[in-house]
């Protein structure tokens, strides 16, 4: 992404990106007060996007933020806003913030503001080769701790911290625990494993329940796959035959390795990610 071109979408204009602006004493960098979506454009066409804003909205709900737009309006905003960057294919970010009237914890008389930005971007993983997880030092936190449910910008602290180090050790991205010490998620996407042609996937008890992680189950379901959506501990990896990841971004992309375990990339991680590709670019 270039900061500098194009345009963002704030509260209801079109401003410059390079003229997009917040104040530092914005409530949400103090305190962590926003919510955001991640979504794709294929050919013009924004991959579940009333989907993507009913949660958005309910994120914002979540976090006692009451946005002046509706899913109506987000799903305008967003279809404008790539018109206005000539924009087909891209990566799409809502955000809803608390503005910078009131720094302190008790947050209703900060504005609640809304964003919306596209762009090109660059997708890095090896979807032929499979990529490699190391196990996280974090975990993810009780659903009575944090609001898990939301896709809420602070509860994505921990996996900026797992993946800057797993990339130092020399990792793609890490893979993390719940707080029971179940297997969760990577650190932006969900896992899927494949065990003698079954799929698996973790119970999204405490992390996200993925838009792409709901449509794979729906793909597998619709193509014949058994899926059991249960909790999965680390010590079933023996019995894996195949593992990847799914995310927007992403999409569906083989793991290859998680620490000193390696995986091939079989022929049902090849299915699903193919019914997705043809489904999303429909």
């Keep these: 992404m270039n900061s500098s071109e194009g345009f963002i979408w704030i509260n209801g204009e079109f401003v410059a990106s390079k003229e997009a602006k917040v104040h530092v004493l914005t409530h949400s960098l103090h305190y962590g007060s926003a919510v955001f979506e991640g979504e794709r454009s294929y050919n013009g066409k924004v991959f579940k ?18 946005p002046k737009y509706t899913v109506r309006e987000f799903n305008d905003a967003v279809l404008a806003t790539l ?4 924009l087909t294919n891209a990566y799409i970010r809502p955000l809803i913030w608390r503005g910078s009237e009131n720094l302190e914890v008790f947050s209703r008389n900060s504005s609640v503001n809304a964003m919306i930005a596209v762009w ?12 490699s997880l190391c196990w ?9 701790t944090a609001p898990t449910a939301a896709k809420a910008s602070g509860l994505y602290m921990i996996g900026v911290i797992c993946k800057n180090k797993a990339r130092d050790k020399g990792f793609d991205d890490a893979v993390l625990k719940d707080y029971r010490g179940y297997m969760a998620e990577s ?7 494949v065990i003698q042609d079954e799929v698996h996937t973790p119970a999204p008890h405490a992390f996200l329940n993925g838009i792409t992680r709901q ?16 909790n999965m ?5 023996e019995n894996v035959d195949e593992v990847f990841i799914t995310g927007t971004a992403a999409e569906v992309v083989p793991v290859g390795r998680i620490e000193n375990q390696t995986f091939k990339l ?7 990610r193919e019914a997705y590709l043809k489904l999303v670019n429909q």
């Design 187 to 193: 650190t932006g996407s969900n896992i899927f494993f």
């Design 83 to 86: 018109a206005k960057n000539n």
């Design 215 to 230: 449509t794979i189950i729906e793909i597998a379901k619709q193509k014949g796959y058994k899926v059991y959506v249960r």
């Design 136 to 144: 996280a030092d974090w975990a993810r936190p009780d659903p009575r």
């Design 120 to 131: 090109n971007r660059p997708f890095h993983f090896d979807k032929e080769k499979g990529i």
């Design 266 to 272: 079989g022929e049902i991680t090849k299915d699903l």
């Design 49 to 66: 996007m009333q989907e993507h804003h009913e949660r958005l909205l309910k994120s914002a709900e979540i976090l006692d933020l009451t």
């Design 233 to 237: 501990a680390p010590e079933e990896l």
